[in-house]
């Protein structure tokens, strides 16, 4: 086997491993794309809701990783549609400042595709069922996101949700026999070699990985978030609206959000209509356990694969050890 | 790599392919069990709800295969707690027709183990958490199944439920440094030898299959459900407890049950509770589509899985596909 040695992902992208961090919003800031660039993988900051100052920021720090050729940036589309302006202003930049990579979840894409496409930056769309990838295809995405539902943060609620090992293969022989130039990541619990591969052997160009590098140095989650997620595993996570409804986020059905099952999420996660109902006391209570750094109530953002999670290193090294051992596993 | 050369569970039961057919309820036969034993693999009779007269005729059905030491037999367990009688009949036997492996999930293995043993049958416990494991070893299983919530049937609900990719390689590290001489069983998801070898990948030391194995032409499952199955992808199932509720099984939390998302399914699937407190007219329309073979209504038992479940091939030919699949994949 050649999984990895072969990754068109890594030949199109000028990657030494077929890994993108996942651009999560307010945890991929520039520093931790920035190093994942360095460290031989596509960096994308997450440039998340669209917060102009945010992105500008993040974006420019992340442009002073050694090659700004693995540098992109993603959003979260359906904010586009009300705000595009940090879109607009990171493909408004010289050429050479340009994302390499324009990644957009959550929403139809196509609205979007003839400005990036115009911007020089690949289109890379991340779907949660196959029904969303011809959308995608019609938006000339250069790369699919497969996102299974056992990812961390935002995906497809319980009823539409579809997980890695199926959707991924099911997406590739649809790739296959409909666009076959169109390359593949598998997302969702992949942290580490074993995943990597073997999300190479279900028929994935390679993998965008969220929950592993959320778990990092240069990650901008928060120390505690990142030491609580440490000490849990992979049982200690759920997908529910409670933590959108907390955060007064006002995202639309068919998604919801994976974090940490903490004290907050319990008390609330079979009642999710009541909290929505009445929401005021319970969001009290989290705001003050946000500005506390208290994660028994607030959200850490993170899969089921922090049951895979056992340390905070730096994401250089992170990641030529997940490139490592996918390699010795049959890549 | 040669991760099915040096499978641990076909050189435990004598093996040309580490795969093992799920002990599906109604579906899994005598004469499915016996063809996957005849084609090398371990044949699992259904034993399901603990039927009395279905598993004798089954099992007695299956001994007929070439290979009686692959043949076994699998139970719900908290249906065993309140009658055993199936399981004591088949553990009863001659030793030569003894089941070479009994397979337990859904409950507390724990109270069945001391006679599974004194049988000679190896255990199987079937775990949808990380958690489940250590009462599964107290059971002195030889073998753990890690299934998915992308399975078909029954399995852990939304906020409880992990998927295969995750789960498989944070039990493989739990076995590893806990009881490494247990093997690992992945299940959910795997219908090809992409996924067979990916499973492996993973950790685990074989696949239990389950949908793919339902879609063949020895398998009990109605032949107007198979016909459905095929042409339906891997976006149209759901995981509720509608057709529990619609077919009066009085099953615990934390679990419930996926098939395909018929028009009956989505008519109640945003309101259980609803179901739940007056089922009367929706169990009428069922059963009424039950009598009729009409799938719009009664249910079809399949996961994910079935977006890649493409033809109705005999148990045989689809055993020695995957299997060579795998292979060149990279087994």
């Known amino acids: 086997m050649n999984l990895l040695q072969n990754s068109r992902f890594s030949a199109r992208f000028g990657l030494s491993t077929p890994i993108a961090l996942a651009p999560m919003a307010l945890a991929s800031g520039g520093a931790l794309a920035a190093a994942c660039a360095r460290a031989g993988a596509l960096g994308l900051v997450g440039g998340g809701y669209g917060d102009l100052a945010w992105t500008q920021r993040e974006y420019t720090l992340a442009l002073q990783a050694q090659d700004t050729g693995r540098i992109g940036c993603g959003f979260i589309t359906w904010k586009l549609d009300e705000d595009a302006s940090a879109l607009d202003w990171v493909l408004g930049l010289p050429p050479e400042q340009r994302p390499r990579a324009l990644m957009l979840s959550f929403g139809d ?17 991340q779907v949660q069922r196959l029904e969303q990838v011809p959308q995608a295809l019609e938006a000339g995405a250069a790369v699919v996101v497969a996102q299974g539902a056992e990812a961390g ?67 901008l989650a928060p120390q505690g ?20 409804i907390l955060r007064r986020k006002n995202w639309p059905a068919p998604y919801d959000f994976r974090a940490l099952r903490n004290a907050l999420h319990r008390q609330w996660e079979e009642r999710v209509d009541a909290l929505r109902a009445d929401p005021a006391a319970a969001r009290a209570t989290y705001d003050a356990a946000v500005a506390a750094g208290d994660f028994s109530a607030a959200h850490a953002t ?26 010795r596993a049959g890549g």
């Open 153 to 219: 943060g935002h995906g497809m609620n319980a009823l539409n949700g579809r997980a890695t090992f199926t959707l991924v293969p099911e997406i590739a022989d649809h790739l296959a026999a409909q666009s076959p130039d169109t390359l593949l990541l598998a997302a969702g619990g992949i942290a580490d070699g074993r995943g990597l591969a073997a999300a190479c052997l279900l028929g994935a160009d390679g993998a965008l990985i969220g929950s592993r590098l959320w778990a990092t140095q240069e990650s």
């Open 109 to 125: 894409p196509r609205p979007y595709a003839a400005r990036i496409a115009a911007s020089g930056a690949a289109l890379i769309c």
């Open 302 to 327: 993170v899969g089921e694969a922090v049951g895979l999670v056992h340390d905070l290193p730096t994401a250089g090294a992170l990641i030529a050890r997940i490139d490592a051992q996918a390699r």
């Open 225 to 244: 978030a990142k030491e609580m997620a440490v000490h849990t595993d992979g049982d200690g996570t759920a997908r529910t609206a409670v933590f959108d």
